[in-house]
């Protein structure tokens, strides 16, 4: 079965207990949760309590506490005690909300009627409770549309009579088929949540209809039967019996293993269950194998690649980039010296869409710059401005939380528009809402006019004077824009402020007019919806070039204005899902780590990102957003050992980074470059600095690597990039750097034999007229002109 027995067997039964309670109590009959004896979940109750909080949604910027307060302000006590019960109910499943900040605010929620909530047992489990699974991040922060919906379903079943409610709710796929149909949109974790709780024997713990997708779609794929079912719950407990039957004393639980590598694998290779109406057996070798290759994916989410300068760092950030954003596409550029060009562009072009970032960190770099700040708004305040860091990590959880529905468009036959639905505030969210459920897009601009006959702006500007006799421009703007500019096949922005995107849709329908609607907008179009994510909502950058959406309700964009390339990755076929993300800080060794990410040092860890066993989100300072770190984010730092040692690295760094060492490679090398070993050359320098010095400064290989390498490159690499290197690191100690270089002369006649020509300096010949001056003689040091292929010999001995 389903049913989950985690952390304490015996908590969770309650749990499962009181799920059982309110069935039975409160849908089937009228009964009570937290007040004995009472009749709190009465049809009345339910009718009032829609009247003034689902119908009544607070547009203010309050928090979700005072906004609620003011809603129910003019209610009886029985609708306050039913918001206590439908709060309890919310509360029961998340494991991210400790025990007491749940039973406190249902506590806080009855005072305001002057109520004590009775300390019974209930109370008691979900005080001690560690829940059930992790809803997520919108879960929390879309509370009153989960609450509503959970309204929705109680008001459904008390319109039922009492033989019905038995009926339906004796039967998990009518009951599922019924609240389905209570509202047209189902993505509400609440759902499936309920699901879980009502009938944990069929339903997994799995809030996310995302994550729902991604199990059927990879089990689809690998279990090769022609029985699979189509609906999504019925194919995962089909799964789920198939693992039972194959090994009847196991429990298991799609976010633990085995089960979760197999649908959260990140590797190309994936295990293939052969063609039978029952499966085959896994094969349990190639499973394992699987799995430690995913343990190890999970370990270099977070690399460094330190070295030495020159040891390929940068040429090795391109490699592994690529290889984490698609291996298999780009098996064909990694470890092929022939395809670097290729491999450069590509990378390029996913830096360009948004998909890799790169940053440099430095002494002044903070968090600012990195997660977020505050800056200037234009208008003498200040607004908050997402990082880098904040950024690709929205676009990362964004892409792996939504199927995208691909549109391979033409930009030069289409229009690109900017709309807003609604003020950003969340008290709208219900025009929004209203129109994801009915598939289309809405003007609030144009009052009660209908304008289907109206072929130009004249004739909108005329019909809209002849009712209400002033000249509103921009109603008249606006309807134009909409009902005559905007196409069928045009692509829509919805933003989200002037910063953020929360959907793309494609027109499919022209403009009509609809009076009898629940929202104030009258005017729409029919639309598809290509890409919707309220939460983590994607930065207005990752589309559009150098520019914010303007706060305009509805205007066109400029095509200049729009990264095609960023735009059309969105919007392609395989959609958002399961893209990886990477995340390059050169220089990671530079910064202060403590002050570039602040609190959020703990959220890169593993175990500790979104969706993983300890998940940890936090609320950021200036725009109070939650944040997490998503699972197909990958962090990979470059650090020079030259600058700072490994052994000299923030502690919090060096324990949450896999760290790889790439040192000098002299098997790329040529032996034989005009009768030069350059193998044979870096090896003997670097070996003279070891001793002389430390592994962390020796030279890379990179400066050697020509295609067209000849003597006099030889020695211009050697004067412009090597000695000046050594002179960095044996400041002023000319000694050293003789014996680094294979000696030096003092005759004029040999010295283009050595880099390094040397001479004395007597100080009675320079200081001839002060004959009691009395200082020994010096040493001084040039380097050479013009070194030839001896002196390049000379360094390794073949002289």
Same mark, same amino acid.
């Given at each position: 079965m389903a049913k989950y027995y985690g952390h304490d067997p015996i908590e969770l039964n309650k749990i499962y207990?009181?799920?059982?309670?309110?069935?039975?109590? *409160?849908?089937?009959?009228?009964?009570?949760?937290?007040?004995?004896?009472?009749?709190?979940?009465?049809?009345?109750?339910?009718?009032?309590?829609?009247? *003034?909080?689902?119908?009544?949604?607070?547009?203010?910027?309050?928090?979700?506490?005072?906004?609620?307060?003011?809603?129910?302000?003019?209610?009886?006590?029985?609708?306050?005690?039913?918001? *206590?019960?439908?709060?309890?109910?919310?509360?029961?499943?998340?494991?991210?909300?400790?025990?007491?900040?749940?039973?406190?605010?249902?506590?806080?929620?009855?005072?305001?009627?002057?109520?004590?909530?009775?300390?019974?047992?209930?109370?008691?489990?979900?005080?001690?409770?560690?829940?059930?699974?992790?809803?997520?991040?919108?879960?929390?922060?879309?509370?009153?549309?989960?609450?509503?919906?959970? *309204?929705?379903?109680?008001?459904?079943?008390?319109?039922?009579?009492?033989?019905?409610?038995?009926?339906?709710?004796?039967?998990?796929?009518?009951?599922?088929?019924?609240?389905?149909?209570?509202?047209?949109?189902?993505?509400?974790?609440?759902?499936?949540?309920?699901?879980?709780?009502?009938?944990?024997?069929?339903?997994?713990?799995?809030?996310?209809?995302?994550?729902?997708?991604?199990?059927?779609?990879?089990?689809?794929?690998?279990?090769?039967?022609?029985?699979?079912?189509?609906?999504?719950?019925?194919?995962?407990?089909?799964?789920?019996?198939?693992?039972?039957?194959k090994n009847p004393s196991s429990t298991f639980d799609f976010y633990n293993e085995p089960l979760v590598s197999m649908w959260k694998n990140e590797d190309p290779e994936k295990i293939v269950m052969e063609a039978s109406e029952d499966y085959s057996i896994i094969d349990n070798d190639n499973f394992n194998e699987r799995r430690q290759n995913k343990m190890t994916n999970d370990l270099n989410k977070n690399m460094v690649l330190f070295g030495p300068p020159g040891t390929g760092k940068t040429y090795s950030v391109i490699e592994r980039a690529l290889e984490i954003i698609d291996k298999e596409k780009y098996s064909n550029l990694i470890n092929n010296p022939d395809k670097r060009e290729a491999a450069v562009k590509e990378f390029k072009e996913l830096l360009n869409i948004g998909q890799i970032a790169f940053c440099t960190f430095h002494q002044s770099y903070g968090y600012e710059e990195f997660v977020e700040g505050l800056r200037s708004d234009g208008n003498g305040g200040f607004e908050p401005r997402d990082g880098i860091f904040k950024m690709i990590s929205n676009a990362a959880r964004s892409s792996a939380k939504d199927n995208v529905k691909g549109y391979d468009f033409d930009e030069k036959k289409i229009n690109f528009f900017k709309m807003s639905l609604g003020n950003t505030n969340d008290g709208e969210e219900d025009i929004f809402d209203y129109c994801l459920d009915h598939n289309v897009i809405g003007l609030g601009w144009g009052v009660d006019i209908d304008y289907s006959d109206c072929v130009d702006r004249k004739a909108i500007r005329k019909k809209y004077e002849s009712k209400y006799g002033d000249q509103d421009s921009f109603n008249i703007v606006a309807v134009d824009r909409f009902k005559n500019r905007m196409t069928i096949g045009d692509i829509v922005f919805i933003s989200h402020g002037n910063a953020k995107l929360k959907a793309i849709a494609r027109v499919t329908g022209?403009?009509?007019?609809?009076?009898?609607?629940?929202?104030?907008?009258?005017?729409?179009?029919?639309?598809?919806?290509?890409?919707?994510?309220?939460?983590?909502?994607?930065?207005?950058?990752?589309?559009?070039?150098?520019?914010?959406?303007?706060?305009?309700?509805?205007?066109?964009?400029?095509?200049?204005?729009?990264?095609?390339?960023?735009?059309?990755?969105?919007?392609?076929?395989?959609?958002?899902?399961?893209?990886?993300?990477?995340?390059?800080?050169?220089?990671?060794?530079?910064?202060?780590?403590?002050?570039?990410?602040?609190?959020?040092?703990?959220?890169?860890?593993?175990?500790?990102?979104?969706?993983?066993?300890?998940?940890?989100?936090?609320?950021?300072?200036?725009?109070?957003?939650?944040?997490?770190?998503?699972?197909?984010?990958?962090?990979?730092?470059?650090?020079?050992?030259?600058?700072?040692?490994?052994?000299?690295?923030?502690?919090?760094?060096?324990?949450?980074?896999?760290?790889?060492?790439?040192?000098?490679?002299?098997?790329?090398?040529?032996?034989?470059?005009?009768?030069?070993?350059?193998?044979?050359?870096?090896?003997?320098?670097?070996d003279r600095i070891e001793y002389l010095y430390d592994q962390d400064h020796l030279i890379g290989h990179a400066y050697f690597i020509d295609k067209h390498l000849s003597v006099p490159k030889l020695v211009a690499i050697m004067k412009t990039k090597v000695i000046p290197l050594l002179q960095e690191y044996f400041y002023l100690d000319w000694e050293k750097l003789e014996l680094l270089l294979g000696g030096a002369t003092d005759n004029l006649q040999q010295q283009q034999e050595y880099f390094l020509f040397k001479k004395k300096l007597d100080p009675s010949q320079i200081f001839a007229r002060n004959l009691e001056y009395d200082q020994s003689t010096k040493i001084s040091y040039t380097i050479v002109a013009e070194p030839n292929e001896k002196a390049l010999k000379r360094i390794y001995g073949d002289n």
């Open positions: 207990d009181l799920a059982l309670q309110w069935k039975n109590d *409160c849908l089937i009959n009228d009964g009570w949760l937290l007040w004995p004896g009472e009749s709190i979940w009465t049809l009345d109750n339910l009718q009032d309590f829609k009247r *003034c909080f689902v119908d009544n949604p607070d547009e203010t910027a309050d928090s979700f506490e005072e906004k609620f307060k003011k809603q129910l302000a003019g209610e009886s006590s029985d609708v306050t005690k039913l918001a *206590c019960e439908l709060l309890f109910i919310y509360f029961l499943f998340p494991s991210d909300t400790n025990g007491k900040t749940k039973v406190n605010l249902i506590k806080k929620v009855a005072s305001w009627k002057g109520l004590n909530v009775p300390l019974t047992s209930n109370l008691n489990v979900l005080l001690e409770s560690k829940g059930i699974g992790k809803p997520g991040t919108a879960f929390h922060t879309r509370r009153p549309f989960e609450l509503s919906y959970l *309204c929705y379903i109680g008001l459904g079943i008390k319109r039922l009579n009492h033989s019905e409610r038995n009926n339906l709710i004796d039967n998990h796929k009518d009951f599922r088929v019924f609240i389905d149909e209570l509202r047209q949109r189902s993505n509400y974790a609440m759902r499936n949540i309920i699901l879980h709780l009502l009938y944990p024997e069929y339903y997994e713990r799995i809030s996310s209809n995302g994550n729902k997708q991604q199990i059927y779609n990879e089990f689809k794929r690998i279990m090769k039967g022609s029985n699979f079912p189509d609906n999504i719950d019925d194919a995962i407990y089909k799964i789920r019996r198939y693992f039972e039957q022209d403009y009509y007019y609809d009076e009898n609607t629940t929202i104030e907008f009258n005017h729409f179009h029919k639309v598809e919806w290509l890409y919707v994510n309220k939460e983590p909502m994607v930065s207005v950058k990752q589309i559009l070039i150098n520019k914010n959406f303007s706060q305009q309700a509805i205007y066109m964009h400029s095509k200049d204005d729009i990264n095609f390339n960023s735009l059309k990755s969105y919007l392609s076929p395989k959609g958002g899902m399961n893209r990886n993300y990477v995340l390059i800080i050169d220089e990671i060794n530079r910064g202060n780590i403590s002050k570039i990410f602040g609190e959020l040092i703990t959220l890169i860890e593993p175990d500790k990102r979104l969706d993983a066993d300890n998940e940890v989100t936090v609320t950021l300072p200036y725009s109070n957003d939650s944040f997490g770190v998503p699972q197909n984010l990958y962090i990979i730092g470059t650090m020079n050992t030259a600058d700072r040692s490994i052994a000299l690295l923030d502690t919090a760094l060096r324990r949450r980074f896999n760290f790889i060492e790439l040192s000098p490679d002299y098997s790329i090398l040529d032996t034989d470059v005009e009768g030069i070993n350059v193998q044979k050359l870096l090896k003997a320098i670097n």
